[in-house]
């Protein structure tokens, strides 16, 4: 009998309670977690966008009964925002969970957590005797332990997570007076957590105003999708062609195939289609219609690209706009377009304009001159032909 199946068979992102990387710190009085948060945010936040968890647990009835008449949440409101200027505040009555947290925490590149209050995907354990009691009671926190952090007077951990953590002797130990160790420790987990680079070649249009398939137009020896392909795999680890559901897979000459499982959305669907697939990846998006697309170009955005915002794109002279179909998008960004389609916007370069990210000046303007009708694929042909001649 063949088994009832409930969820769809979907890739989910690598998520932990609040986002992608997260670090739980237990094991000491919360004022010393709440001081080497903040030590820590400071300082990793010139490169990464830093966010912190914590708990207050001063009695909330306590603090509103002379408190009713200043902010709307004291007088049962479900939300209140307030622009404070420097910095913006939430205030929510709403109940919390991890599928919410996710959605608030989702630009965060690393979020730093009181662990003697949540639970999170990696561990730093504090070495210290005033909660030696409490952290027993935390074993089930310890999943991923990363770095054991010693206090004054403490050479070892303590005897029952020798019992209780696998591998142990092998997790790096340092001095929680040594700030400077836990920074560089956690920048280097930083470092190596950059999400790896594929790259998505747009061949699934229609052609209409061209008249033929612009993927399937040689400009330079090969069909322009072809080509495309092979200039991205210079750049990613895999490169796919983006094709309809519809589109003859034959057509592909055996290249990958990444079908559309979001149809009539053009290239935001293509985009979401990607990033169903493997949500954990950075995606290098080009069109294939931009045949005067060169390595120097690919390389310059590369080697610029900024994983802290959700893409990396090239600021377009002609609309004055970010060009979103030769632009990297960083795995944040997919829940920000599922945002977007959710109100009613399914264009990508809406998507630029309106998101925080890092926008670059293009060195040859040439390179992201797209082609869509028989009149520019004449100019371009010429361009090429006079690029020929001048070599």
Known sequence: MKKHKKHANLTRPNYGQFGRNEWAILGTPCGVIQKLAYDLTKELSEKWKVAYVDADHKSADGELENETSKNAISNNAFLEYTD????????????????????????????????????????????????????????????????????????????????????????????????HEIKEFLAHKMETAI???????????????????????????????????????????????????????????????????????????????AFRKYPNHAWLVVACDLPLLDKRTLKFLTENRNTSNIATAFHSPVTNFPEPLITI????????????????????????INSAIHLLEIPDSQAIKNVNTPTEFEEVKNILIDANLSD
């Open 84 to 179: 404070k200027i420097t910095h913006h505040r939430f205030e929510s009555n709403a109940e919390m969970d991890s599928f919410q947290y996710r959605t608030y925490f989702n630009e965060s590149d690393l979020v730093l957590v009181n662990g003697n209050h949540f639970k999170a995907k990696n561990q730093i354990v504090v070495i210290d005797p005033r909660k030696e009691d409490s952290l027993k009671r935390k074993l089930d926190s310890l999943t991923n332990v990363q770095l054991i952090l010693l206090t004054d007077n403490v050479s070892e951990p303590f005897g029952f997570l020798k019992e209780n953590i696998e591998g142990i002797n092998e997790i790096p130990v340092v001095r929680l007076s040594d700030f």
């Open 195 to 273: 999400p790896p680079l594929f790259g998505l070649v747009l061949a699934g249009g229609k052609s209409e105003r061209m008249g033929r398939d612009k993927g399937q137009i040689d400009y330079h020896g090969k069909p322009q999708r072809e080509y495309v392909h092979d200039l991205l795999t210079q750049f990613c680890e895999k490169t796919f062609l983006s094709f309809r559901d519809d589109q003859d897979e034959k057509t592909a000459n055996d290249l990958p195939i990444l079908k559309d499982s979001f149809s009539g959305l053009g290239p935001f669907g293509a985009i979401l289609s």
């Open 329 to 352: 998008w960083e795995p944040k960004s997919y829940p920000v377009l599922y945002q977007f389609l959710a109100q009613g916007y399914s264009c990508p370069r809406k998507v630029l």
